[in-house]
């Protein structure tokens, strides 16, 4: 049982594995830093605590980021789109937001388009 | 069977039904517009036509946006993330993202946080 707010859950839409995903981009530069995925708890502690807290599907645990690596994300605002099935989460990113040692997951591959 | 390049398809790691979320953002103000779904064809047709398109979970079609309301996203950029799990697509938005009619999916819902 979560211990997130009923008024915000009843808006949630969930995937069939009980999570929604959330993109996270550093508040101020706007660049996306990454994709994570929360189930009702895991939003709950980004919302109350601060501190942005994801889902961890491979380890199928809760995750709070930097709690290894330092690299914290401090949570700024959390936004629910229009459906009710993304989250945007504003954060101040310590360091590397990827594992890899980028700022952001998505640094390393561009895919090559038409232009 | 999709016409994507098979060195692309190799590193897409996908969800159940075959599709990548797709984070789509304004390429000069980088507002974070809406996030949508690509299976391997829709991201093949945002790749070469220059035009972002997306699998419709709702109506199980391809959905190349701004079709019917107009409001075309010229592809800028394609990267994908270091697990390549997930997509970002900087577009060049025309009028509003969401159905709406706001700006972006995200303008509408805030949720409390500590802060």
């Given at each position: 049982m979560s211990s997130l707010a009923p008024d915000i859950a009843a808006r949630l839409k969930r995937t069939a594995d009980g999570l929604v995903p959330a993109v996270v981009q550093?508040?101020?530069?706007?660049?996306?830093?990454m994709l994570g995925w929360m189930d009702d708890e895991a939003l709950h502690r980004t919302l109350t605590t601060g501190r942005a807290t994801y889902w961890s599907r491979s380890r199928q645990e809760y995750w709070v980021k930097g709690?290894?690596?330092?690299n914290v994300q401090w949570v700024k605002e959390v936004r629910l789109d229009c459906d009710g099935d993304t989250l945007l989460v504003a954060v101040d990113q310590?360091?590397?937001?990827?594992?890899?040692?980028?700022?952001?997951?998505?640094?390393?591959v561009e895919l090559p388009t038409r232009g």
């Open positions: 550093q508040h101020d530069t706007r660049e996306v830093l709690e290894t690596s330092g310590e360091g590397a937001a990827c594992h890899t040692g980028d700022r952001t997951c998505f640094d390393a």
